[in-house]
């Protein structure tokens, strides 16, 4: 595998990628890319962000973070917890695009959303790095639309629906804490 041109060409053309992607051949490849995704962006984000970071955190700027050593720990984190998030997140897209008649498999659900990693490498930057996360969904909605066969539409649902349903969720948490807080104190 080429990483960098396969980065290039689900970029630039990923119409044209997604329909040339094999759906079966195994895991190994795609996770592959995956983990060298996460892992520049653990890289890029702990090296160039390590200022916001460490203001997060209270360390204050230019105290120099939470530590080289902090910030190379959360750079190699990054691709376990991110494979781990791709096969989860596979499962979930996965039995949705089933219940919206998609005809795709679970592989190629995984290999889809793999390659759609390649947007980490732009989106570590900050402030305009929400930017490139609007394109990693675009990049989904246009993997899961070729790779289960279904409409533009379907495949955004598909994309969004589990979105909506966790923002949906922290709102009804932070409701639930708010009355119980207000109610205690009345």
């Not at 390590?50 to 120099?64: A, F, L, Q, V, W």
């Not at 990693?136 to 070729?146: N, S």
């Not at 979105?163 to 409701?175: E, G, N, P, R, T």
């Amino acid at each position: 595998m080429d990483y960098i041109e396969t980065w290039k060409e689900v970029i630039q053309r990923p119409s044209n990628f997604y329909r040339k992607m094999p759906v079966t051949g195994g895991y190994a490849e795609p996770l592959t890319f995956a983990a060298i995704s996460y892992l520049i962006y653990g890289l890029l984000s702990a090296l160039f962000n390590r200022e916001m970071i460490g203001d997060m955190y209270g360390y204050g700027i230019g105290s120099g973070g939470p530590g080289l050593f902090n910030s190379l720990i959360i750079a190699i984190t990054f691709p376990i917890t991110g494979i781990i998030s791709v096969l989860v997140g596979a499962a979930i897209l996965y039995i949705i695009y089933k219940v919206l008649g998609g005809k795709g498999s679970y592989e190629g659900t995984v290999r889809f959303i793999c390659y759609a990693t390649a947007v980490m490498l732009l989106s570590w930057i900050p402030f305009i790095g929400w930017v490139f996360g609007f394109y990693g969904l675009y990049l989904y909605i246009l993997g899961g639309m070729i790779v289960h066969d279904v409409s533009m539409v379907k495949s955004a649902i598909a994309v969004l629906l589990p979105l909506v349903l966790i923002i949906l969720l922290a709102v009804a948490v932070a409701v639930f804490v708010l009355s119980s807080t207000f109610s205690t104190l009345v």
